[in-house]
């Protein structure tokens, strides 16, 4: 039995889009359709909360990382500065932070008295 145009307006009617593209048929009781998008949208945030925690984790772990390397790269500058003002304090010079007898003979070579 082949519907009228009227018949397939009024289906078409009876249906509407969500954002994601699926077609819900309206049923004669609003609480029901009402119930299926609200089921819809709340499995989308569900998925969406999922996908945050997951990168939250991600970023936690790297940001552990990174203050690691940190707490390691200030734990070299104080031994550094730390050696430096003792070489410093026993030669009564600018303290090298380099600590290589390379740059200690070139920044000895760039000060010169005026």
């Known amino acids: 039995m082949e ?30 359709t009402v119930f299926i998008v609200m089921e819809r949208l709340n499995s989308k945030l569900y998925l969406q909360n999922c996908y945050i925690i997951q990168e939250n984790e991600r970023l ?3 940001a552990q990382l990174l203050n690691q390397e940190n707490q390691a790269l200030l734990s070299e500058l104080k031994q550094k500065l730390s050696k430096a003002n003792s070489k410093a304090s026993a030669a009564n010079t600018i303290p090298d932070l380099n600590l290589s007898s ?3 003979t070139t920044s000895a070579a760039n000060s010169t008295d005026p």
Do not use: Q
Not at 9 to 21: A, H, L, M, S, Y
């Open 3 to 32: 519907m009228t145009i009227e018949e397939e307006e009024e289906e078409e009617e009876r249906k509407i889009d969500d954002d994601d593209g699926y077609s819900i048929e309206l049923n004669e009781c609003p609480v029901t």
């Open 102 to 104: 390379s740059a200690s």
């Open 60 to 62: 936690r772990k790297k």
